[in-house]
């Protein structure tokens, strides 16, 4: 259990201690209450006359005084009384000539009792709230930066195809009598697949870091691409959450190599297979992709932080 874990759980349980020893005042103080003597004036006035009165507390209230206090007869039994503001000199003077103390005060020193243990718990209470507040609201703005360091990226690649060249796509040799015409490999897929984690990363494109211009790439297996745009994407701390790709073809079928593809690209982006989905489709005959003399790949690569 991590530090804000336990300071939760030591506030949760503080705030239950001061609710239960507030309301153990509380009933306590109604016990009190009810076993006390609660008079009428007229026979309070006759336990003064009788000289059973030990001594009076008179706490003042803006229009009236309770009047708390002890029995003489019969002993340490307590009483209360209210009594109205404009009677109270009165009884005072009466209470004095029986000889009977008399404390007269604002306040109850036994009033803050109540008021702290009121008080002390709903404090806790709150800034228990406000705690679990600005914790709810750091996570929040934590998961907003989460997904504001979420990047995306697209991908677009085109060959022409060529009799008697071998058609290479998502790192598989497919059989087929054609094959794209390229300075690599000619591997759409593959290319697509790296413009959009470039783009994503904010690296540039495929060709400003492989160039046709440069002999070194002449033939060269695209997959490389990939495994160097993975280590780009390494050194600013960035992470493959998925990618989605589209090849375009109208022959031959794609669907039953797929799962090849998707190991060798994950193979080489040092992915999970799960996080590459791959989709084909056709160009229903229109353009040179439909008259079979192109092939073509669209992909969206999504990183994340580190």
Same mark, same amino acid.
Request: hydrophobic letters at 40%.
């Given at each position: ?9 030591? /506030?949760?349980? &503080? ?47 803006p229009n009236s005084y309770e009047v708390q ?47 702290? &243990? ?24 934590a998961a907003l930066g989460r997904l504001g ?8 690649? &085109? ?14 040799? /497919? ?13 759409? &897929? ?39 745009? =993975? ?28 799962? =090849? ?46």
């Amino acid at each position: 259990m991590n530090s804000s874990s336990n300071t939760k759980t030591l /506030l949760f349980w &503080l705030s239950l201690v001061f609710l239960g020893i507030l309301l153990w005042k509380l009933v306590s103080a109604n016990g009190d209450r009810a076993r006390g003597d609660e008079p009428s004036y007229s026979e309070f006035i006759a336990k003064v006359d009788a000289g059973d009165i030990k001594e009076v507390v008179f706490y003042l209230s803006p229009n009236s005084y309770e009047v708390q206090g002890e029995y003489a007869r019969p002993a340490n039994r307590k009483f209360h009384l209210t009594v109205p503001k404009e009677a109270a000199p009165t009884l005072m003077g009466q209470l004095r000539e029986k000889g009977v103390p008399i404390k007269v005060t604002g306040i109850r020193s036994g009033d803050w009792v109540p008021i702290l &243990l009121n008080a002390a718990p709903l404090i806790l209470l709150v800034g228990f709230c406000l705690f679990l507040m600005r914790q709810m609201q750091s996570r929040g703005r934590a998961a907003l930066g989460r997904l504001g360091t979420t990047r995306s990226g697209i991908g677009y690649d &085109l060959h022409r195809l060529e009799e008697g060249r071998p058609l290479i796509v998502g790192g598989i040799e /497919l059989p087929f009598h054609k094959g794209p015409v390229g300075h690599s490999d000619g591997d759409v &897929l593959a290319h697509a697949v790296c413009d959009a984690l470039l783009g994503a990363a904010g690296l540039g494109d495929i060709g400003t870091h492989f160039p046709d211009s440069d002999p070194k790439w002449k033939g060269a297996n695209s997959l490389l691409f990939l495994e160097h745009a =993975k280590k780009l994407l390494e050194e600013k701390k960035l992470a493959i959450e998925h990618v989605d790709a589209v090849v375009i073809l109208e022959k031959p079928k794609l669907g039953p190599h797929f799962p =090849k593809m998707r190991e060798a690209l994950a193979k080489s982006l040092g992915v999970p297979v799960e996080k590459i989905h791959l989709k084909a489709k056709t160009n229903e005959g229109v353009d040179a992709v439909g008259r079979g003399e192109a092939i073509a790949a669209h992909a969206v690569a999504t990183l994340v932080s580190r």
